[in-house]
């Protein structure tokens, strides 16, 4: 099976999109409030995917 270059970019590019929004969103959440549990961390990451994306 060969994958479409252009889709792989485009997940690629969405990775790291996606990784740096949640770099800066993961700073401010513990800048502003104790570090959360890893299960909210996950679901804030997919709200924020979904509001970026």
Not at 12 to 23: K, P
Not at 24 to 51: A, C, N
């Amino acid at each position: 099976m060969i994958k479409n270059p252009f889709i792989e970019i485009e997940r690629i590019e969405r990775t790291w999109l996606t990784a740096h929004l949640y770099r800066k969103f993961d700073k401010y959440f513990h800048e502003t409030r104790p570090p959360i549990k890893v299960f909210e961390h996950l679901i804030g990451g997919l709200f924020i995917m979904k509001t970026f994306t």
